[in-house]
């Protein structure tokens, strides 16, 4: 497949490209941002598209979009109009609207979709899965999950991960993603959310960076009519916690932590991993769950987050 990168805003740009050179040709490279985009073609021996209109004319079958979240509405709308398969950084959108728009167009012009779900794939969440529709743990009432890092006390993330514009929100909308999308995996949608965002960063360079006072510490609770919670913790301030996931049920609970899973206590062998959404997209073996429907429920996810906050 002959791949093209558009947009180079996300964190992930990079790994992703390495990755599609492993299984693809890729052809070239755009981004808004006229430096962004020279610099990294001439690092990596690419083609440099001067224009956006230049990536939708070429011979690229499937595209790559770390865009900014803001602009994917436009960005992924042309694609699809221009025929070209797409892979995307999550989330898909900032609005249920823009969902909308994505999804007629990618239907109208048929061309293949993949978001990048990846911890759904991971071992340790398929081995939870597994295990939860086994129906091991009875009906399923409580699910936590806590995914953070140093982003920010340790001032590694880039200053545009603090636009409000550009990426909708802070630590929940980016970081947040993976346990709004393992939560809908599990669980489906939920009826009723409350959010707590809080800004906790005391470091002097992170705070001149954010100047929307995005959230940096945040927890979106989650309810569901048949009395199930939900909680997913996420934040850019927090060093050496490791990922985790909780659900507990009426006849047992379950924990991951990294691809260590327990069950009432016991470690129980895990079920095989599954290769990651873009290895899936490159490759042509695309899976369930890294689709349109699963890219408007996280949306959908963060519309419900961001419109609740305590």
Same mark, same amino acid.
């Given at each position: 497949?002959?791949?093209?990168?558009?947009?180079?805003?996300?964190?992930?740009?990079?790994?992703?490209?390495?990755?599609?050179?492993?299984?693809?040709?890729?052809?070239?490279?755009?981004?808004?941002?006229?430096?962004?985009?020279?610099?990294?073609?001439?690092?990596?021996?690419?083609?440099?598209?001067?224009?956006?209109?230049?990536?939708?004319?070429? /011979?690229?079958?499937?595209?790559? %979009?770390?865009?900014? #979240? *803001?602009?994917?509405?436009?960005? $992924?709308? @042309?694609?699809? =109009? !221009?025929?070209? /398969?797409?892979?995307?950084?999550? %989330?898909?959108?900032? #609005? *249920?609207?823009?969902?909308?728009? $994505?999804? @007629?167009?990618? =239907? !109208?012009?048929?061309?293949?979709?993949?978001?990048?779900?990846?911890?759904?794939?991971?071992?340790?969440?398929?081995?939870?899965?597994?295990?939860?529709?086994?129906?091991?743990?009875?009906?399923?009432?409580?699910?936590?999950?806590?995914?953070?890092?140093?982003?920010?006390?340790?001032?590694?993330?880039?200053?545009?991960?603090?636009?409000?514009?550009?990426?909708?929100?802070?630590?929940?909308?980016?970081?947040?993603?993976?346990?709004?999308?393992?939560?809908?995996?599990?669980?489906?949608?939920?009826?009723?959310?409350?959010?707590?965002?809080?800004?906790?960063?005391?470091?002097?360079?992170?705070?001149?960076?954010?100047?929307?006072?995005?959230?940096?510490?945040?927890?979106?609770?989650?309810?569901?009519?048949?009395?199930?919670?939900?909680?997913?913790?996420?934040?850019?301030?927090?060093?050496?916690?490791?990922?985790?996931?909780?659900?507990?049920?009426?006849?047992?609970?379950?924990?991951?932590?990294?691809?260590?899973?327990?069950?009432?206590?016991?470690?129980?062998?895990?079920?095989?991993?599954?290769?990651?959404?873009?290895?899936?997209?490159?490759?042509?073996?695309?899976?369930?769950?890294?689709?349109?429907?699963?890219?408007?429920?996280?949306?959908?996810?963060?519309?419900?987050?961001?419109?609740?906050?305590?």
């Amino acid at each position: 497949m002959k791949i093209a990168l558009c947009g180079l805003w996300h964190v992930h740009a990079g790994g992703y490209y390495r990755t599609a050179k492993e299984y693809g040709e890729v052809i070239g490279v755009w981004d808004e941002n006229p430096e962004w985009r020279k610099d990294f073609a001439e690092k990596n021996g690419l083609y440099e598209f001067k224009s956006f209109e230049e990536l939708l004319e070429s /011979d690229a079958e499937g595209v790559i %979009v770390c865009s900014a #979240t *803001n602009i994917h509405t436009e960005v $992924i709308t @042309k694609l699809a =109009e !221009a025929k070209k /398969d797409i892979f995307t950084e999550k %989330v898909l959108a900032l #609005t *249920n609207e823009d969902c909308d728009k $994505i999804e @007629k167009a990618i =239907e !109208a012009n048929g061309v293949k979709f993949v978001i990048s779900l990846v911890h759904k794939y991971s071992a340790g969440h398929q081995t939870a899965k597994a295990v939860v529709d086994s129906g091991k743990l009875g009906k399923i009432n409580y699910l936590r999950f806590r995914n953070v890092h140093s982003g920010s006390t340790n001032n590694w993330l880039p200053p545009h991960f603090y636009s409000l514009e550009e990426c909708g929100g802070g630590a929940m909308i980016d970081l947040g993603a993976h346990g709004m999308y393992l939560t809908d995996w599990f669980l489906g949608l939920p009826e009723k959310y409350t959010s707590i965002f809080n800004l906790a960063c005391t470091n002097p360079e992170t705070e001149l960076k954010n100047v929307d006072k995005v959230e940096d510490n945040a927890i979106t609770v989650m309810s569901y009519a048949d009395g199930t919670i939900a909680v997913n913790e996420t934040g850019f301030v927090s060093n050496g916690c490791p990922m985790s996931l909780e659900i507990g049920g009426e006849q047992g609970y379950l924990r991951v932590v990294g691809d260590d899973v327990t069950v009432n206590g016991e470690k129980v062998e895990l079920v095989p991993g599954k290769k990651s959404p873009l290895v899936q997209f490159l490759t042509g073996e695309i899976e369930d769950g890294c689709g349109i429907k699963e890219a408007k429920n996280l949306t959908a996810l963060m519309v419900g987050a961001y419109s609740n906050i305590k």
